[in-house]
């Protein structure tokens, strides 16, 4: 295989078209992701025109965008697309479907989601110049009447997302895992699981575990935190990962996960680790994570990176243009009130949420260097998506050179054992 080069961003949460010719700072952004023959961003968002009912639940803010925000996603360079995350499925089962359409309209390669659990988990494949590259995508992040399902001998599968479920299993002490007990007894929390294992419908809980609730506590020497990823779907994966080394040159693996163990958003949970190293250990050139909108470190395991969290890209969240009866009753709000009035009182006037935390508006673009298979360098290009421009103008990326960025993550990186070079404002990561 030639030498090849790939660039991966974050969330692209995109809600308005680009001027013509591009708003300011567009060309540079956009020079720096046309160096690469790979391009790769994550498309946290559904391009359709109401084409699906506003599901019951939501990634947060029901994403639905102008179809032809696509083409301008598409002015970047990009040529490879995740669609899988936590708001693939704000619009139901017709907004995924219609989303879909409206990508293979417009020949953009994509994984994550289809008609059904084939089709979602199947790996897209990208022809370049320098190789040919196959991806995976999957969400842990989601709402389970976003999953896609699988066909049985009678009925059809079901259009969703590829999903990473996980279990959370709590540790505790003997003296904690009797206060557990205690507490399920007093208020029957568990009542109707015994019911459903009295009735035969479950298994009982194994020796030395408690269930409480949805939550699952283990008798242990000490009290911590295990998540591990869900045996089904590790093994989907791992499957078409080992397909994909078969047709392919490079595989990646893209993943949006949320979540974390603790109160630090920047430490993935302990099963987004696992997953990405198992996802190596299977055949992956290198794994993409997305989805807490803010940066995660980066891991360099035997030879392939994997990059925790890309942070943002597009972050344009207050200017959809419309948002369904749910939004306005969550909120308490009249259900005349308008996407800006809603937007206002969800931000407590621009004083709370994302809008007002730095590390959401702070990113970098991702960059490599593969030659005979092989990881040789990364590089790391920050950028701002300018938290203190006004609604309007916030959101969009543009490069800064701000080697504070790079500093961060490369404290971020360092419990992985990364070490990274900040030179002339970019980060390079060699091997």
């Not at 506003?54 to 696509?70: I, N, Q």
């Not at 609730?213 to 990962?241: C, H, N, Q």
């Not at 680790?273 to 996802?279: G, N």
């Amino acid at each position: 295989m030639k030498k090849m080069t790939l660039i991966a961003t974050g969330d692209a949460f995109i809600t308005r078209r680009f001027p013509e010719g591009g708003y300011e700072g567009f060309e540079q952004v956009r020079d720096v992701i046309s160096q690469y023959d790979v391009k790769f961003s994550n498309l946290e968002m559904t391009f359709h025109n109401e084409e699906g009912y506003p599901a019951a639940f939501s990634g947060g803010t029901w994403a639905m965008a102008d179809p032809r925000t696509l083409d301008d996603m598409r002015s970047f360079g990009f040529n490879l697309f995740n669609t899988a995350n936590n708001h693939s499925c704000d619009y139901s089962h017709g907004g995924v479907l219609a989303t879909i359409r409206n990508l293979e309209e417009r020949d953009m390669i994509f994984a994550g989601t289809g008609k059904n659990l084939s089709e979602a988990s199947k790996p897209c494949y990208l022809e370049t110049k320098n190789g040919r590259v196959a991806m995976i995508a999957v969400s842990s992040s989601f709402h389970e009447s976003g999953m896609a399902g699988g066909q049985s001998a009678e009925l059809i599968g079901r259009p969703g997302l590829n999903p990473l479920r996980y279990e959370t299993i709590y540790h505790v002490t003997e003296e904690n895992y009797k206060k557990a007990e205690e507490l399920a007894a007093l208020t029957k929390i568990n009542a109707t699981m015994e019911r459903s294992v009295k009735n035969g419908y479950k298994n009982p809980p194994a020796s030395g575990t408690l269930p409480f609730g949805t939550y699952k506590f283990v008798l242990d020497e000490k009290d911590w935190i295990e998540s591990v990823p869900f045996p089904a779907d590790m093994e989907r994966v791992e499957k078409e990962i080992i397909e994909a080394k078969k047709q392919a040159d490079i595989v990646l693996v893209s993943f949006h996960g949320h979540e974390t163990d603790g109160e630090d958003t920047t430490v993935p949970s302990m099963f987004l680790e696992t997953f990405s190293r198992r996802c190596v250990d299977a055949g992956a050139d290198a794994v993409i994570g997305h989805g807490p909108h803010e940066l995660r470190g980066i891991e360099i395991y035997h030879g392939a990176p994997i990059f925790y969290s890309l942070g943002n890209f597009l972050f344009e969240t207050e200017t959809v243009e419309k948002q369904p009866y749910d939004a306005y009753i969550n909120k308490k709000m009249p259900l005349d009130t308008k996407v800006g009035a809603y937007m206002d009182a969800r931000s407590k006037n621009g004083t709370a949420g994302y809008g007002v935390l730095p590390e959401i508006w702070l990113s970098v673009m991702a960059g490599w260097t593969m030659e005979d298979g092989h990881l040789t360098e990364i590089k790391l290009y920050p950028i701002s998506l300018g938290m203190t421009e006004k609604r309007p103008q916030k959101g969009v990326p543009v490069l800064t050179g701000d080697e504070n960025v790079l500093s961060y993550l490369a404290e971020l990186s360092k419990p992985y054992g990364t070490e990274m070079e900040i030179k002339d404002s970019v980060g390079t990561i060699r091997l």
